[in-house]
């Protein structure tokens, strides 16, 4: 009986990134542990989870690779830079070139610009558009605004004369370097890797020709990405089925759509409309009840405020009076150190007390220190686990007299010899890289 041919490129999309991942994890284990894979990534971390699902499921992997397509085209472009003499810049290196562009081109030669010279934003913008000009390969005497073809071209030159390269300059060599390389892959895999620009899609063209297999998972609604995707592996993308389409399903595919999706509507998403603050605060504390009454936590549910100054007082006293507690943060913050350690920790235990979730653990800097017998601290008593309020929530008096207090505080002890105390600043005294020993 015949073998069903394996397609050798597959792009799929999903509006869910569960979906992403488990195709991801399984194409992976199909290739097996030894294959040579490459896993391309938004981030290394979120590269490494997959990895680690998948070893989840054939053990040791000796094959594959996690990066990010930044990184993967500096570590091809590499030898062509040396032998250039070029150092890759980063976005600093390029905002001070354009200020230094900007002050050299003066109020006479910046054209449009001159009127916002002064402006402290204008080398950042235009640092940001030279980049998205040059990454779309577009030279200078291509470009229709004179203005900023001729800033476009002092950019040029002062690349040249600086040795630096910037990302389309990197992409480039990186493509040829692969162009006229021997290297191969058993297989590609790209995640959630956001493919924008023409280098970007040269750059990913020119990897599946060197894989036997790639394999593309973006979200759905990305249109820029999967047209890129789409000329870059020749192959139309694969949209996932959903098994039992809702309200939040099709919202979260047509989020960013401009095709609206017809289907029954059902509590998966909800519209309300209030006479005023407070009455909207009053019913987003009803349905906060609601769902709490269905077996919902708390800690699962959120609120998102697009006008925090003219929300906040009515939700305070609305949460307040429904007995909801709740914790009020000022936009994106990132992840508390304490609490991704903890997280580590439980991510430890579940890998059979892996050494890299350990590692990483440690590299969070909160190990308690040791006493001076050297043995854990004891537990901090209930009465003094007091813990700053939220910003958002101090007057202004208070806050300030909180930042007197925080800068009067003690300074950290420091070890002389740091090879006394097994703990030295919330980590561990460990050799190079134990976890991989």
């Known amino acids: 009986m015949a073998k069903t041919a394996v397609p050798r490129c597959v792009i799929v999309g999903s509006s869910r990134a ?108 235009l640092a940001r558009t030279i980049d998205e000009l040059r990454m779309a390969r577009v030279a200078p005497a291509e470009c229709n605004d004179p203005d900023l073809a001729r800033v476009l071209s002092k950019f040029e030159e002062e690349l040249e004369a600086t040795a630096l390269a910037d990302r389309a300059l990197v992409f480039r060599y990186a493509v040829e370097a692969l162009e006229r390389g021997s290297l191969r892959w058993d297989g590609m895999m790209l995640v959630d890797a956001v493919v924008s620009s023409v280098w970007e899609t040269e750059f990913v063209r020119a990897l599946a020709a060197r894989a036997d297999h790639s394999l593309a998972a973006y979200c759905e609604g990305d249109q820029r990405t999967e047209m890129h995707l789409e000329s870059a592996l020749s192959v139309k993308a694969v949209l996932s089925s959903e098994t039992s389409p809702n309200s939040l399903s099709r919202l979260q595919r047509g989020l960013f759509s401009e095709v609206t999706e017809q289907g029954p509507a059902d509590e998966g998403v909800e519209i309300l409309s209030a006479p005023g603050e407070n009455r909207e605060c009053v019913e987003i504390a009803r349905r906060i009840l609601r769902e709490a009454s269905r077996g919902v936590p708390f800690d699962r549910m959120a609120i998102v405020l697009r006008a925090p100054s003219q929300y906040r007082a009515h939700l305070v006293e609305a949460l307040r009076r429904a007995s909801i507690p709740a914790h009020f943060a000022r936009g994106t913050v990132r992840p508390d150190a304490a609490g991704r350690a903890f997280l580590a920790l439980l991510h430890c235990a579940a890998d059979k007390l892996s050494a890299q979730r350990f590692a990483e653990y440690l590299s969070l800097s909160e190990v308690p220190d040791a006493d001076p017998a050297g043995k854990p601290p004891p537990p901090v008593p209930a009465s003094e686990r007091w813990f700053p309020p939220d910003e958002e929530l101090v007057p202004q008096a208070i806050d300030r007299a909180t930042e007197v207090e925080a800068a009067e505080a003690e300074a950290p002890v420091l070890i002389e010899d740091p090879t006394v105390p097994a703990v030295v600043g919330g980590t561990l005294r460990a050799p190079y890289r134990w976890e991989r020993l």
């Not at 002050?103 to 054209?111: A, N």
């Open 18 to 125: 569960e979906p992403r991942i488990l195709r991801a994890v399984s194409w992976l284990v199909e290739r097996g542990p030894t294959a040579r894979v490459i896993v391309i990534g938004p981030t290394l971390e979120g590269a490494g989870e997959i990895l680690r699902l998948a070893t989840g499921e054939v053990g040791a992997a000796f094959g594959w690779e996690r990066t990010t397509l930044p990184r993967l085209a500096a570590t091809l472009a590499g030898e062509t830079l040396a032998e250039r003499g070029l150092v890759p810049a980063g976005r600093l290196s390029l905002d001070a070139l354009a200020t230094r562009i900007v002050h050299d081109l003066g109020s006479s030669g910046l054209g449009r610009f001159e009127a916002v010279a002064d402006r402290p934003g204008l080398p950042r913008a």
